[in-house]
Nanobody, 117 residues
Framework: QVQLVESGGGLVQPGGSLRLSCAAS???????MGWYRQAPGKQRELVAT???????NYADSVKGRFTISRDNAKNTVYLQMNSLKPEDTAVYYC????????????WGQGTQVTVSS
């Protein structure tokens, strides 16, 4: 089992930046890693994913502003968020999906990001 712990959330003004980190308790090299978010009253939505070969995918709403990356040696995934907007306010969750076993899917506890002046 893989435990995921997010960090780096907080309060930031519009136009500001934050870097989220997701530290895994075990090796992540066989997992597609992702960031999702859930705003109050809304469903959880995909923000970005990164494959085991570093192929990335982004939601249209964050393209050009957010960057996902991974460091397998540190078992850590990052989400660099720039030009933040109030609509980016949400709880951000880290996700790990095993590339071979669909039942092996893990979530972190989430970190709050609030964009407000």
């Amino acid at each position: 089992q893989v435990q995921l712990v997010e960090s780096g959330g907080g309060l930031v003004q519009p136009g500001g930046s934050l870097r989220l980190s997701c530290a895994a308790s075990g090796n992540i090299w066989l997992y597609t890693m992702g960031w999702y978010r859930q705003a109050p009253g809304k469903q959880r939505e995909l923000v970005a994913t990164i494959s085991t070969r570093d192929s990335t995918n982004y939601a249209d709403s964050v393209k050009g502003r957010f960057t996902i990356s991974r460091d397998n040696a540190k078992n850590t995934v990052y989400l660099q968020m720039n030009s933040l907007k109030p609509e980016d306010t949400a709880v951000y969750y880290c996700n790990a999906d095993h590339v071979a076993f669909s039942g092996l899917r893990y979530w972190g506890q989430g970190t709050q990001v609030t964009v407000s002046s």
